[in-house]
Structure formats: C-alpha cells, structure tokens
T-cell receptor, first 114, second 112 residues
Framework: ETGVTQTPRHLVMGMTNKKSLKCEQHLGHNAMYWYKQSAKKPLELMFVYNFKEQTENNSVPSRFSPECPNSSHLFLHLHTLQPEDSALYLCASSQGAGFQETQYFGPGTRLLVL | DAKTTQPTSMDCAEGRAANLPCNHS???????VYWYRQIHSQGPQYIIHGLKNNETNEMASLIITEDRKSSTLILPHATLRDTAVYYCIVFVMNSGNTPLVFGKGTRLSVIA
C-alpha cells in the first residue's frame, strides 16, 4: 500500500465510449503523474501536474484528457480510444515535481479497448 | 530517451545475492541514480536512490562507482517475491520538469 489509489482496477470499453480513470493520493504530495505502460514497452510519461497546474504534456493524443481538481485527485478522461490504447495506466505522486523527488505509484488501471 | 543501459534479463537462485548492473556513462553531476521495480501487474515500487555515496536500506544496497558512470543494485538474499522488472533511472532535467524517464529495465527471475 503506497498511499496512491486508482479506480477502476480493470476497464473494458468500446471505441465510442467515454470513461474516466481516477487517482487519489493520501500522502500530502503536490505533484501527480499519469503514465502508460503497454505490453513489452517501457513506462511512458503522459502528463505531469504540479500544484494542480499541468507542467508536462508528453505529446499525448487529445483523446486523453487529464483533470486535476486539487492536489489529491487526478483524473484521466478517455473518449474515442483506439485498440492500441489498451495498456496499464499508472498514476503516481511525489512531494514536488523536481528532479530529486521520489515517486509513489498506484496499482494501475488495466484498460482494454475493443 | 532513457539515459541508462541495463541487461534485458537475469536469473538468480533463491537465497543468493542478486547483483543488477546499470550503466549511466553520460550522467551529470547533479543527477541522482534511482532504482524502481515492477512486479507483474502492479505499479512500480521505489527501492533506493543515491548521488555519489553507496546507500543501503531495508530492501537493497546501491553501489555507485567513483566516476558515477555505473552502479549496481544488490538484493542481499533474493526471494521468489523479488521476481520483477528492475528499472535504473537517472533524472533528466528539461523545461517541463519531467523527473523520471523509465527505460526497459532488467527482468530478474529468482529461481527456487
């Protein structure tokens, strides 16, 4: 238990569906992240939020839309996804977004797009 | 791009020490070496980090060479539950403050 929770843990959706992934951290951290991990690929950073402000968008397609209403919650809104978007989506948090910060990861949401 | 190179896979007998190497020959003076691991179907887990000196905690030891161009993560008594992908990471500074870049890691298999 790292203090970072993600829901749902598993999600199956069609290409025309709209769904949202939720992440919550109970660590009092100020920075939160979304990562994507496809099969046999390295972790890919998607978005970074620091004090609720987006500081990094790593060339992510617009069908992925993040939302950070406060420092403890992070959402990833999904719409019109493609089968190749099927992956494990990981949320992480850290005290700050600086280069020395240790990130704590949630268990991930395993997404399957049909 | 990841700034580290690691072997793709390694095996280790249960109860023996697992020594996982990492090369980071282009590391900058202010960059730390971090190690994470990811057990199958779980999120990455922080293990240890260091700058220049060797470090030890309840999970592992980190040995960094004097020139800082390589390091070794040591799991002193590997168990079956240590089977995972181990990531060696050097922080990359850019305008967006991206703190971590994950490479492909080393898949460690602990064998009974």
């Amino acid at each position: 238990e790292t203090g970072v929770t993600q829901t749902p843990r598993h999600l199956v959706m069609g290409m025309t569906n709209k769904k949202s992934l939720k992440c919550e951290q109970h660590l009092g951290h100020n920075a939160m992240y979304w990562y994507k991990q496809s099969a046999k690929k390295p972790l890919e950073l998607m978005f970074v939020y620091n004090f609720k402000e987006q500081t990094e968008n790593n060339s992510v397609p617009s069908r992925f839309s993040p939302e950070c209403p406060n420092s403890s919650h992070l959402f990833l809104h999904l719409h019109t996804l493609q089968p190749e978007d099927s992956a494990l989506y990981l949320c992480a948090s850290s005290q700050g977004a600086g280069f020395q910060e240790t990130q704590y990861f949630g268990p991930g949401t395993r997404l399957l797009v049909l | 791009d990841a700034k580290t190179t690691q072997p793709t896979s390694m095996d280790c007998a249960e109860g023996r020490a697992a020594n996982l190497p990492c090369n980071h020959s282009t590391i900058s003076g202010n960059e730390y070496v971090y190690w994470y691991r990811q057990i199958h179907s779980q999120g990455p887990q922080y293990i240890i980090h260091g700058l220049k000196n060797n470090e030890t905690n309840e999970m592992a030891s980190l040995i960094i060479t004097e020139d800082r161009k390589s390091s070794t993560l040591i799991l002193p008594h590997a168990t079956l539950r240590d089977t995972a992908v181990y990531y060696c990471i050097v922080f990359v500074m850019n305008s967006g403050n991206t703190p971590l870049v994950f490479g492909k890691g080393t898949r460690l298999s602990v064998i009974a």
